[in-house]
């Protein structure tokens, strides 16, 4: 069973950046593949960044290379750096980790004002 907590997020103007980290409870973290997703008002929920067990990075074609996604497997937290923020990137951000079973943390609010 693994539990994550998301932290970081809140509000920033636009052109800002902030950096969100979600911790994983249990053991073997670094086996699970790890990323990050978003889901704005009214939208399905979409991903953002994923970070393989082994560091391979993919990332959401909208996002124009302003977010980073990375990971620390000493403290079971991955991490999504993110630039140049605008109102189209506020959403409710969330966790994931999938190994052989997927789980979801609760999600942390961005809200990016103009």
């Known amino acids: 069973q693994v539990q994550l907590v998301e932290s970081g997020g809140g509000l920033v103007q636009a052109g800002g950046s902030l950096k969100l980290s979600c911790v994983a409870s249990?053991?073997?973290?670094?086996?699970?593949?790890m990323g990050w997703y978003r889901q704005a008002p009214g939208k399905v929920r979409e991903l953002v960044a994923s970070i393989s067990s082994g560091g391979i990075t993919n990332y959401a074609d909208f996002l124009k290379g302003r977010f980073t996604i990375s990971r620390d497997n000493a403290k079971n937290t991955v991490y999504l750096q993110m630039n140049s923020l605008t109102p189209e990137d506020t959403a409710v951000y969330y966790c994931?980790?999938?190994?052989?079973?997927?789980?979801w943390g609760q999600g942390t609010q961005v809200t990016v004002s103009s």
């Open positions: 994931k980790a999938n190994r052989v079973r997927t789980y």
């Open positions: 249990g053991s073997g973290f670094s086996n699970y593949a």
